[in-house]
C-alpha cells in the first residue's frame, strides 16, 4: 500500500521559511511524477507545485514559482517543498499527492490517487 506523509509545517511569521517533507512507503517515487497541494479554511483545495519523474517541474503561479521550491531525495523516497518569504495567504493545510499511474503532470486534484493527511502551515503578519 501507498502511504504519504507530510511533516514540517508550524506557524512562522509574513517573510519566514519552512521546509515541508512529504515521506512516501510503497512506491519507488523516482518513478512518479509528484504534488503539493494547499487547502485554506473554507476554500478549495488548490494546486501548489509539482515535480516530474525526471525532474521537471511545474508551479501554480509566478509567485510561487519565485518563493516555492519543490524536490525530491530519491534516495530517502521522500518530496520536499521548500518555502521562503511567506505570505499570510500561504496559510493552509499542505498536502502531497501522487497519481495512481506514471504520466504527465498535473495541475488538477482529480488527477491524483494518493494523498497524505496533511500538514498545517500558518503564517502571521
Known amino acids: 500500500q501507498v502511504q504519504l506523509v507530510e511533516s514540517g509545517g508550524g506557524l512562522v511569521q509574513a517573510g519566514g521559511s519552512l521546509r515541508l517533507s512529504c515521506t512516501v512507503s510503497?512506491?519507488?517515487?523516482?518513478?512518479?511524477?509528484m504534488g503539493w497541494f494547499r487547502q485554506a479554511p473554507g476554500k478549495e483545495r488548490e494546486f501548489v507545485a509539482a515535480?516530474?519523474?525526471?525532474?521537471?517541474?511545474?508551479f501554480s503561479t509566478n509567485s510561487v514559482k519565485g518563493r516555492f521550491t519543490i524536490s525530491r531525495d530519491n534516495l530517502e523516497n521522500t518530496l520536499y517543498l521548500q518555502m521562503s518569504a511567506l505570505e499570510a495567504d500561504d496559510t493552509a493545510v499542505y498536502y502531497c499527492?501522487?497519481?495512481?499511474?506514471?504520466?504527465?503532470?498535473?495541475?488538477?486534484?482529480?488527477?491524483?490517487?494518493?494523498w497524505g493527511q496533511g500538514t498545517q502551515v500558518t503564517v502571521s503578519s
Open positions: 499527492a501522487a497519481p495512481l499511474t506514471p504520466g504527465l503532470p498535473s495541475t488538477s486534484p482529480s488527477d491524483y490517487y494518493y
Open positions: 510503497g512506491r519507488i517515487i523516482s518513478d512518479y511524477c
Open positions: 515535480i516530474t519523474a525526471i525532474g521537471g517541474t511545474l
